[in-house]
């Protein structure tokens, strides 16, 4: 199985301030890289997919970047209402979807 | 808008069986593959299972294969997971959620959760 490894495990700043979040495969997987946001007790919600495509409605504060196996989700302007953990996925392994440990960005 | 919503989930003994379902609105559905996602308490994410449009194909990860199954019934726009031969390690909430792309390239839209316990 192809093994997402994100970093850091979590982190803590300021409204206002640029986040990066790094996400590492462990062998190629393109640019089959998605990326979750999930609020405390909610269920997590599609941000970013195909390594840099922004879904529907989600703010351009929200950037993806990335091919191969090193990948980056950046946060231009932390605001309150990004509190959350973030998860980037894997879909490029046939039949075994992984997801990484997560993210939990707090304030 | 695309809903989903799962129902089914409770309190089970080690052993025991559960089915859960999840009920989708907003979009063609037996147009798209479906899958289930658990979350264990406290913990990260993991895909269970697929099944895609016509219900010919499906999909499980190795930690439920042989004893959860997959079905949709796509004439009442829900999908099922039939859980058998429950393991506390199967305590999670399960989200239902919907593909994008025949091979599930990304999982779109969830629902809220179903928490299944599993204990004596």
């Known amino acids: 199985d192809i093994q997402m490894t994100q970093s850091p495990s979590s982190l803590s700043a300021s409204v206002g301030d640029r986040v990066t979040i790094t996400c590492r495969a462990s062998?190629?997987?393109?640019?089959?890289l998605n990326w979750y946001q999930q609020k405390p007790g909610k269920a997590p919600k599609l941000l970013i997919y195909?390594?840099?495509t922004l879904h529907s409605g989600v703010s351009s504060r929200f950037s993806g970047s990335g091919s191969g196996t090193d990948f980056t989700l950046t946060i231009s302007s932390l605001q309150p209402e990004d509190i959350a953990t973030y998860y980037c996925?894997?879909?490029?392994?046939?039949?075994?979807?992984?997801f990484g440990q997560g993210t939990k960005v707090e304030i | 808008e695309v809903q989903l919503l799962e129902s089914g989930g409770g309190l089970v003994h080690p052993g025991g069986s559960l089915r859960l379902s999840c009920a989708a609105s907003?979009?063609?559905?037996?147009?798209?593959?479906m899958s289930w996602v658990r979350q264990a308490p406290g913990k990260g994410l993991e895909w269970v299972s697929n099944?895609?449009?016509?219900?010919?194909?499906?999909y499980y990860a190795d930690s439920v294969k042989g004893r959860f199954t997959v079905s949709r019934d796509n004439s009442k726009n829900t999908l099922f997971l039939q859980m058998n031969s429950l393991r506390a390690e199967d305590t999670a909430v399960y989200y239902c959620?919907?593909?994008?792309?025949?091979?599930?390239?990304?999982?779109?839209?969830w629902g809220q959760g179903t928490l299944v316990t599993v204990s004596s």
């Open positions: 959620a919907k593909c994008l792309g025949t091979r599930c390239n990304v999982f779109d839209y």
């Open positions: 907003g979009f063609t559905f037996s147009n798209f593959v």
């Open positions: 099944i895609n449009g016509n219900a010919g194909s499906t």
């Open positions: 062998q190629s997987v393109t640019s089959y």
């Open positions: 195909a390594a840099s």
């Open positions: 996925q894997q879909s490029y392994s046939s039949l075994t979807w992984t």
